[in-house]
């Protein structure tokens, strides 16, 4: 910690010899990364939330249209199915 000094002081002497247009520039790139990567976040929710939708509403329709019993029942050349 000698050869450096503290940690405050190190940060300190960075930023008093860094130009202010770069410290800005470079904010500026973190705050439009963190915009996207947010917006990105947000839209693969939605879009996860939506698939899971529409994939349970045709699970609900397919479960109403399966026949789970079927009974056939033959009567002089007549065929009826009873389901249940």
Not at 73 to 78: K, S, V
């Amino acid at each position: 910690m000698d050869y450096y000094g503290h940690p405050e002081d190190v940060v300190s002497s960075y930023y008093e010899h860094v130009e202010s247009e770069y410290i800005v520039k470079h904010m500026k790139a973190r705050k439009i990364i963190k915009y996207t990567s947010i917006f990105f976040v947000i839209m693969i929710i939605f879009v996860a939330l939506y698939t899971t939708y529409f994939v349970y509403q045709t699970y609900l329709e397919t479960k109403d249209s399966m026949i789970y019993y079927e009974e056939t029942i033959i009567r002089d050349g007549e065929t009826s199915v009873i389901e249940e």
